[in-house]
């Protein structure tokens, strides 16, 4: 069986906890330590995903690229996005500047790569959020209009709520595209 690559990228504003996210999937913990990335840090990780052709598995090498968080003085470089087969664009449940910004960071995926991949929107911190409030950011920041963009997860990084899943779907989707 052959391994295939797939290229993910994670953007959002500074402190959405898109480090924390990668950490949780790759190495299956979480630090409260705030760490800034700097340009972009790229992890690796080897998922196995069921094809729904012949009901076999298939090996999938995630390249996941941990990229810088957009500040207001400073934007996400697009050439940070080229050849993403995937992105999972993360926000703050606890600010709303950060779910307000979602709608750029989708464009601007698509900008860098204009042939189509697949999005993942993410609300993350949800542990440090009421439950009716996490279902009302769902029903305000959906993106049905949009074939690209698969289901809206609500995670935790700290609790891991989520957190596979999410990753796993998104492997499914690009291998899909393939």
């Known amino acids: 069986m052959s391994i295939i690559s797939k290229k993910i990228c994670l953007v959002g504003d500074f402190g959405v906890g898109k480090t924390s996210l990668i950490r ?4 299956q913990r979480f630090s409260d330590q705030y760490l800034s990335t700097i340009g972009v840090s790229i992890s690796r990780k080897q998922v196995a995903i069921s094809t729904q052709e012949d009901s076999s598995e298939q090996t999938v090498q995630l390249l ?6 957009k500040t207001k003085f400073q934007e996400i470089s697009p050439t940070y996005l080229k050849s993403a087969h995937g992105v999972i664009i993360v926000a703050d449940s606890n600010r709303p500047e950060t779910l307000e910004n979602i709608s750029s960071h989708i464009n601007l995926a698509f900008s860098a790569n204009p042939q189509g991949i697949s999005i993942s929107i993410v609300f993350n911190k949800v542990d440090l959020v009421a439950q009716d409030h996490v279902e009302i950011l769902v029903k305000q920041h959906q ?8 289901p809206t997860y609500c995670t935790s990084a700290k609790t891991g709520e989520n957190v596979e899943k999410m990753f796993y779907q998104l492997a499914q989707s690009m291998t899909k595209k393939s």
């Open 64 to 69: 996941i690229w941990d990229i810088e968080g």
């Open 24 to 27: 949780r999937f790759i190495e």
């Open 143 to 150: 993106f049905f209009n949009n074939s690209h963009v698969i």
